[in-house]
């Protein structure tokens, strides 16, 4: 979490020294000030360091307007004389920065597996298939079926979520084709969230299916492909799944996979499974 502060411009940005500068400058000056500041910002690193999730960067966002104030009050004393000089100190403080930046969008505009994924299975698999998937930003982007979506919409709207709205639009909109969607059920605790309410909340506006027991219950419930994501639920991550992983590996045909490659294509690990139609 400190290491993300001190980095908040960019790694090998002097943007981290300035903060200390600028801190200093404003406690010496304006003490009220200082403490707008730098409280704020005090707090945020205090509320990450005690959460296991803390490290990710982008929780710190909201600290940035607060650092970046006080690096500009660290680099307000008296500049170089020399334009080089002042060109490099401006160079060390912003170009980091840039730089990151710049690979991380060449890499979100590599091709992606999830992409990939879905463009197989709507070659393969029939429109109307039920199929079992993981969360949604890490799965490929399938098409919904209308008849789901109608569902879906009317038991949202008498339930009195707002996603009735969304469910409708969809289905006023639709393309045609699509399948039905299912979802993995995932407990709060394997989705690292600290508010299992606002998990079952979640998971009562969508079609979701337990599947802790194992393989029967998404069998039941008529699912004939199951997609597993690497950004999702696995084995290692979510041992409450583990009967259901076993028996999916065990007798369920694996009949796609996607892997990304390092500089040629981005995103998770993707595994598409035929289940048998009976055990």
């Not at 170089?80 to 403080?93: C, F, I, N, V």
């Not at 690292?192 to 393989?215: M, N, R, W, Y």
């Amino acid at each position: 979490v400190a290491g993300n502060a001190w980095g908040f411009a960019g790694l090998g940005s002097l943007a981290g020294l300035a903060v200390l500068a600028g801190a200093w400058r404003l406690l010496r000056r304006d003490a009220r000030l200082a403490a707008l500041l730098l409280l704020p910002a005090a707090g945020y690193l205090a509320v990450l360091a005690a959460n296991p999730d803390g490290g990710w960067p982008r929780y710190l966002f909201g600290a940035f307007p607060a650092l970046a104030l006080l690096a500009s009050e660290g680099l307000a004393f008296p500049k170089p004389r020399k334009a080089l000089l002042t060109a490099l100190l401006a160079a060390t403080l912003v170009l980091p920065g840039l730089w990151q930046s710049a690979a991380m969008d060449a890499r979100m505009r590599e091709p992606d597996t999830r992409r990939a994924a879905q463009d197989w299975i709507e070659a393969h698999v029939p429109a109307g298939a039920t199929l079992l998937v993981d969360e949604p930003n890490a799965e490929p982007r399938l098409v919904m079926e209308k008849a789901e979506l109608e569902e879906l919409a009317a038991r949202t709207k008498r339930s009195g979520s707002p996603r009735w709205r969304l469910y409708e639009g969809m289905a006023r909109g639709h393309p045609g084709g699509g399948y039905r969607l299912l979802l993995l059920r995932r407990s709060a605790r394997d989705l690292g969230t600290f508010h299992p309410k606002q998990v079952d909340i979640s998971q009562a506006d969508q079609e979701t299916v337990d599947v802790s027991s194992g393989l029967d219950a998404a069998l039941r419930a008529g699912v004939s492909y199951v997609v597993t994501s690497s950004f999702g639920a696995t084995p290692e991550h979510s041992p409450e799944l583990s009967a259901f992983f076993d028996e999916l590996y065990r007798e369920g045909r694996l009949v796609a996979a996607f892997a990304p490659q390092p500089g040629r294509t981005a995103g998770p690990v993707l595994r598409v499974f035929q289940l048998p139609r009976s055990r």
